[in-house]
């Protein structure tokens, strides 16, 4: 049977009544296998890839984690944050302006519908956010805006959850991944994340991202971490 997926405002309360979840730099999200991993690498190669940085704009934002990451190796940067949910928008800005003394800008928007510009950023990150994207024409289109939206030279890091193309091998991570989610609390804890995961995500494989990434006009793109059911990898933009 198919399972009806949540709506935007269905995903949006829940992020809202969730911001503590999302709030420790250390752990990261704790049902992501490799969290703090996937944090570091992801923000340690958009500061060797694109060095020269002005401005990071952090798509599906959260409470801030990957910013403040990578403030910490481009502590000059412009902040710019999208996200569902007002709550952790408030919580992000907080953050970063307790940490790192400055001001970020806060924009409450489905990434589907912000106007992202042209050329207005070095680096984008999206973490644990595009999996809520449905058809392949709302991949393809906000791949390209974010491709628009980057400065000669920027690039663009994803860290999210994948499917798999095998069937056989989407079983075992399904199965591995929920051996993960009882270690952490039990299998109650188990259940309750995967049905939300069922209910809210439509990710695509790893495969289709990469082709994408390029088709979309990015020169290089690369994989940083590979584990279970999660991966981070990004593109760079030719600086030409």
Not at 21 to 28: A, I, Q
Not at 219 to 230: C, E, G, M, T
Request: proline fraction near 3%.
């Amino acid at each position: 049977m198919t399972v009806k997926k949540s709506t935007v405002d269905e995903i949006r309360a829940r992020f809202d009544a969730d911001v503590e979840r999302f709030s420790n730099l250390e752990t990261g999200q704790a049902v992501t296998i490799d969290s703090p991993l996937h944090m570091e690498l992801l923000t340690e190669a958009a500061a060797a890839v694109t060095p020269q940085a002005r401005s990071v704009l952090d798509i599906g934002c959260g409470a801030g984690n990957y910013t403040l990451k990578l403030l910490q190796r481009l502590p000059t940067l412009e902040v710019t944050l999208i996200d569902l949910s007002r709550p952790m928008l408030d919580r992000a800005v907080e953050r970063i302006r307790q940490a790192a003394g400055r001001e970020a800008r806060a924009i409450q928007g489905d990434v589907r519908e912000v106007d992202l510009g042209v050329e207005r950023f070095d680096i984008v990150m999206a973490a644990q956010c595009l999996h809520h994207l449905r058809d392949e024409a709302e991949w393809r289109d906000v791949f390209a805006r974010v491709y628009a939206c980057l400065r000669p030279g920027g690039s663009f890091w994803i860290s999210d959850s994948v499917e798999h193309e095998l069937p056989a091998v989407q079983q075992m991570v399904w199965r591995r991944w929920g051996e993960h989610l009882v270690d952490l609390k039990d299998a109650a804890y188990r259940d309750h994340v995967m049905a939300y995961v069922e209910k809210e995500d439509t990710p695509r494989p790893l495969t289709f991202q990469l082709d994408l990434l390029r088709q979309v006009g990015f020169a290089r793109v690369d994989v940083l971490h590979k584990h279970n059911r999660f991966a981070s990898f990004g593109g760079a933009k030719s600086s030409a």
